[in-house]
Antibody
Framework: QVQLVQSGAEVKKPGASVKVSCKASGYTFTSYDINWVRQATGQGLEWMGWMNPNSGNTGYAQKFQGRVTMTRNTSISTAYMELSSLRSEDTAVYYC??????????WGQGTLVTVSS | QSALTQPASVSGSPGQSITISCTGTSSDVGGYNYVSWYQQHPGKAPKLMIYEVSNRPSGVPDRFSGSKSGNTASLTISGLQAEDEADYYC???????????FGTGTKVTVL
C-alpha cells in the first residue's frame, strides 16, 4: 500500500540542526510532491514547504526561508527535511505528506523533534 | 500568511449533522478551488477527508461533504458517529510564496 515512513525521534540542543527522512513506498516516488508540515504539542498544523522529487524544485514558507532545506534521493525513494539554527519553539512533530496541488495524502507517521538544552 | 479561521469546537449527538466553517480571504479560500479538509485523531497523523472543495477520496464515507461560498469553506458531517470525534483542519492554496495555509482547527465532540 501507499505509505510514507519517517525516521525516529530526535533530541537536539539549541543552535543545532536536525535532518528528518521520509521513505515512500507503494507508488512512484517522483510522481507526487512531498510537503512538510509541523505541529507543536496541542497546536495546529503549519505548512513548511514542498519539494518536487522529480526535478528537485522546492518552495519554502516565508517563516522558514533560510533555515530549511528539502532534498531527496530518488534511488531510495526518500525525501529529507533539514532545519537549522534550532530553538525551543521548533519543538514539534514533523510530518511529511505526499500530494498534488491542493491536497496532502498520505501522511507519514510523524517525527518528534525536541529542542532542549 | 495568517491561519484560516475555524471555530474552536463543534458538538453534536449521534445521528445529527454538524458543519465546520473555514474562513479565509480572496487570496486563499476565495481565490482557488484548492480547499482540503483533514481529520486528526489524538496521537495520529492527519487524514485527507475532502479535496478540491468537495471531492471525497476513495474510502471516505459519504457522510462527509464539502462546499465553498466566497471566502468561506465548510465541512458537513451528516449522521454523526462516535468515531467522527476528532480534530478537523481545513487547508487552502494561497497566492503568496507560502503556498499553503491551514485553519486553526476544530475539535468535534460527539455527545
Amino acid at each position: 500500500q501507499v505509505q510514507l515512513v519517517q525516521s525516529g525521534a530526535e533530541v537536539k540542543k539549541p543552535g543545532a540542526s536536525v535532518k528528518v527522512s521520509c521513505k515512500a513506498s507503494g507508488y512512484t516516488f517522483t510522481s507526487y510532491d512531498i510537503n512538510w508540515v509541523r505541529q507543536a504539542t496541542g497546536q495546529g498544523l503549519e505548512w513548511m514547504g514542498w519539494m518536487n522529487p522529480n526535478s528537485g524544485n522546492t518552495g519554502y514558507a516565508q517563516k522558514f526561508q533560510g533555515r530549511v532545506t528539502m532534498t531527496r534521493n530518488t534511488s531510495i525513494s526518500t525525501a529529507y527535511m533539514e532545519l537549522s539554527s534550532l530553538r525551543s519553539e521548533d519543538t514539534a512533530v514533523y510530518y511529511c505528506a505526499s500530494g498534488f496541488t491542493g491536497w496532502f495524502d498520505p501522511w507519514g507517521q510523524g517525527t518528534l523533534v525536541t529542542v532542549s538544552s | 500568511q495568517s491561519a484560516l479561521t475555524q471555530p474552536a469546537s463543534v458538538s453534536g449527538s449521534p445521528g445529527q449533522s454538524i458543519t465546520i466553517s473555514c474562513t479565509g480571504t480572496s487570496s486563499d479560500v476565495g481565490g482557488y478551488n484548492y480547499v482540503s479538509w483533514y481529520q486528526q485523531h489524538p496521537g495520529k497523523a492527519p487524514k485527507l477527508m475532502i479535496y478540491e472543495v468537495s471531492n471525497r477520496p476513495s474510502g471516505v464515507p459519504d457522510r462527509f461533504s464539502g462546499s465553498k461560498s466566497g471566502n468561506t469553506a465548510s465541512l458537513t458531517i451528516s449522521g454523526l458517529q462516535a468515531e467522527d470525534e476528532a480534530d478537523y483542519y481545513c487547508s487552502s492554496y494561497t497566492s503568496s510564496s507560502t503556498l499553503y495555509v491551514f485553519g486553526t482547527g476544530t475539535k468535534v465532540t460527539v455527545l
